[in-house]
């Protein structure tokens, strides 16, 4: 099942601009994760915030975890036409191992950077 | 480093046949997941390994089932195969370390049911 939900679906920004992505989760995690995904393609890792955590940066990426509102957002500065590409957030459930098991991804948000 | 690599890139088969896909994991990575990408129902995950043995699945029929080898290296095997199995299949590691640690992917095998 699709624990974490994305926001919005798609989004199209011109270059230069940020772009910001939302995801939601239902149950207690141990961390979250976001990736990108170039056209059906594997999935790149891009940063780990754990729950203990409330934002979290890197290069031009910065993502912010709210566990008591179960979400997260994650911002791209100056954008790029490179940056175009699916993002998901995927979450890691407390359990045995803390956070081992399989990831569960949201359906993810489209972006699109127009030159 | 080499990156996580699955072969093969794509295979396509016909309802009934069986298919392996093949994941190598980073050197020194001991965990193995595998995921299912379908159009229209996102990333699921399938089956995850670790030290040579399957330590959980996610919620998919006993047709798919897989293994890890003793050098890590992990094969998926789907039995019966059926049109709805056509999806992108991919394998992601992770070090056996169990702190906060990412999963790394490859890029996938493309199964395709005729």
């Known amino acids: 099942s699709q624990q974490g939900e994305e926001d919005p679906q798609a989004l199209s920004i011109q270059e230069g601009e940020n772009a910001t992505m939302n995801c939601s989760y239902k149950?207690?995690?141990?961390?979250l994760q976001w990736y990108r995904q170039n056209s059906g393609r594997g999935l790149v890792h891009l940063i780990l915030i754990r729950s203990n955590e409330r934002e979290k940066h890197s290069g031009r990426l910065r993502v912010t975890l709210d566990t008591s509102k179960k979400s997260s957002s994650l911002l791209i500065t100056a954008s790029r036409a490179a940056d175009t590409a699916s993002y998901f957030c995927?979450?890691?459930?407390?359990?045995?191992?803390?956070?081992?098991?399989?990831?569960?991804f949201g359906k993810g948000t489209h972006l699109i950077i127009q030159p | 480093e080499a990156g996580v690599t699955q072969s093969p890139t794509h295979l396509i088969k016909t309802r009934g046949q069986q298919a392996t896909l093949r994941c190598s994991p980073i050197s020194g990575h001991t965990s193995v997941y595998w995921y299912q990408q379908a159009l229209g129902l996102g990333l699921q995950f399938l089956l995850w390994?670790?030290?040579?043995?399957?330590?959980n699945r996610g919620n998919f029929p006993p047709r798919f089932s897989g293994r890890q080898f003793p050098n890590y290296s992990s094969e998926l095997n789907v039995n019966a195969l059926e049109l709805e199995d056509s999806a992108l299949y991919l394998c992601?590691?992770?070090?056996?370390?169990?702190?906060?640690?990412?999963?790394?992917f490859g890029d996938g095998t493309r199964l395709s049911i005729l």
């Open positions: 992601a590691s992770r070090t056996g370390d169990y702190s906060n640690q990412p999963q790394h």
């Open positions: 149950t207690s995690i141990n961390n």
């Open positions: 995927a979450t890691a459930s407390l359990g045995i191992g803390g956070g081992a098991d399989g990831l569960t």
């Open positions: 390994y670790d030290e040579g043995e399957e330590r």
